[in-house]
């Protein structure tokens, strides 16, 4: 099966999820939006939105089409791929706790994105700092130690063999890379790695 993903052609986001999870399933895919437009590009992402076929418009991007299903929200893919390619357990419980843990990254990276657009998100960054400046310190003081020491604890309980089989290979081995790619340490690459130092003692 080849897929096609639809996603912004110039920006990682949350596109950056799926085309690392295509990648280590060893998936043949087109990243259709990054095509020129003669045989894809921004229009076919566009059209897609619009006019899914099936009917099942997608809100927002990324969008996966695989044959006649298209699928959106990032996590409903990654829990779609790790399913078809052995990404994820194969007893419900475990896909249902891998899919927990990818939700709560979703929250996360949204999270992200309200701190530099915490009056409206069709307006620029540069629009809202003053705004942006004083969310980003209580998302730097209280939610990314919250965050960071909850998956800290997940995975030390997966660690520590209670639920191995849960992780092993699964689309949320994807957030350790998450957190040293751009999407979002770039922006709070000090906070995090102060937080590990923390965290380890
Ligand atoms: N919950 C969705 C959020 C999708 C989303 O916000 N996509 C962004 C790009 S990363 C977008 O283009 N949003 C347009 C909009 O919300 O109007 C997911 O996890 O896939």
């Given at each position: 099966m080849r897929y096609n993903l639809y996603y912004w052609p110039h920006i990682q986001g949350r596109g950056e999820f799926v085309r690392l999870a295509l990648e280590e399933a060893g998936a043949e895919y087109v990243d259709v939006a990054r095509l020129p437009e003669s045989r894809g590009g921004v229009p076919a992402l566009m059209r897609m939105m619009e006019r899914a076929p099936g009917g099942r418009l997608p809100f927002a991007p990324p969008i996966l089409q695989a044959g006649r299903e298209v699928i959106a929200q990032t996590a409903n893919i990654l829990l779609y791929l790790g399913a078809r390619h052995g990404l994820a357990p194969k007893a419900e419980s475990g896909r249902q706790w891998v899919h927990q843990l990818q939700l709560t990254?979703?929250?996360l990276v949204a999270e992200v994105h309200d701190v530099h657009h915490p009056v409206a998100s069709g307006l620029?960054?540069?629009?809202?700092?003053k705004e942006a400046k004083r969310k980003a310190e209580s998302f730097r003081k209280e939610r990314v130690p919250k965050y960071l020491g909850y998956f800290?604890?997940?995975?030390?309980?997966i660690r520590a063999g209670r639920?191995?089989?849960a992780v092993q290979r699964s689309p949320t081995l994807?957030?350790?890379?998450?957190r040293s790619s751009k999407a979002s340490s770039m922006r709070f690459r000090g906070r995090y790695a102060a937080c590990r130092k923390n965290a380890r003692g």
């Open positions: 990254i979703a929250d620029y960054y540069e629009d809202q700092k800290d604890a997940s995975f030390s309980e639920d191995i089989s994807i957030f350790p890379r998450f």
